[in-house]
């Protein structure tokens, strides 16, 4: 009976979901605790499959937790992921190459991987999107997008760098999330 009684609420559920709507994939799912709220980000393996890779070894490992958002220009875009705050550091992990797609622009909420002059040389810094910005499709690798929770990211403090910064309080991959 509670087989059936299961069963029955599991089509219950299915048949009353939106039209389109996709059950969110907890395992390429990011987290990020921010001041004022949480911001949810869709992260693309099939585009980026070595830097989301990255992304969620960062994640896991905690090495995200605390970091300030050390670049921060309205109207274009918001940068975290240097341990230091300086935008000079990152991880002890190999850089990794670049995975530019033609399917992926940068629009608002966007997640790109943060470089230097080498295209090949993005490792724990990225950015997220105010605005869209079609100069950098192609220059910059696509690892995600911003599903949830964008106006907290319009809420972080401007500056290059901001007098005193917001930063990450918690990022995680959801599959990993505590409830």
Same mark, same amino acid.
């Given at each position: ?18 039209? %389109?709507?996709?059950?969110? #994939? $907890? ?5 990020? *605790?921010?001041?004022?709220? /949480?911001? +949810?980000?869709? =992260? ?45 550091? %990152?991880?002890?992990?190999? #850089? $990794? ?5 033609? *399917?992926?622009?940068?629009? /608002?909420? +966007?997640?790109? =991987? ?66």
């Amino acid at each position: 009976m509670l087989k059936t009684l299961t069963l029955l609420a599991g089509l219950i559920l299915a048949m009353t979901a939106p039209a %389109g709507a996709k059950a969110a #994939d $907890l395992e390429n799912t990011l987290y990020i *605790d921010l001041k004022d709220g /949480r911001v +949810t980000v869709e =992260m693309f393996p099939d585009v980026a499959p070595k830097h989301v890779a990255r992304i969620k070894e960062l994640a896991r490992e905690g090495f995200y937790d605390g970091v300030v958002f050390h670049r921060v220009i309205p109207g274009f875009m918001a940068q975290t992921g240097d341990p230091t705050g300086t935008g000079t550091g %990152g991880s002890d992990k190999p #850089d $990794l190459k670049a995975e530019f797609s033609r *399917d992926k622009s940068f629009e /608002r909420g +966007t997640m790109g =991987m943060a470089r230097t002059a080498n295209p090949n040389s993005a490792n724990a810094q990225f950015f997220i999107m105010f605005a869209p910005a079609p100069h950098l499709n192609g220059e910059y690798t696509i690892w995600g997008k911003v599903v949830d929770g964008m106006q907290y990211v319009d809420n972080i403090t401007p500056g290059e760098p901001p007098r005193n910064p917001d930063k990450m309080i918690k990022v995680q991959v959801a599959a990993d999330a505590e409830k």
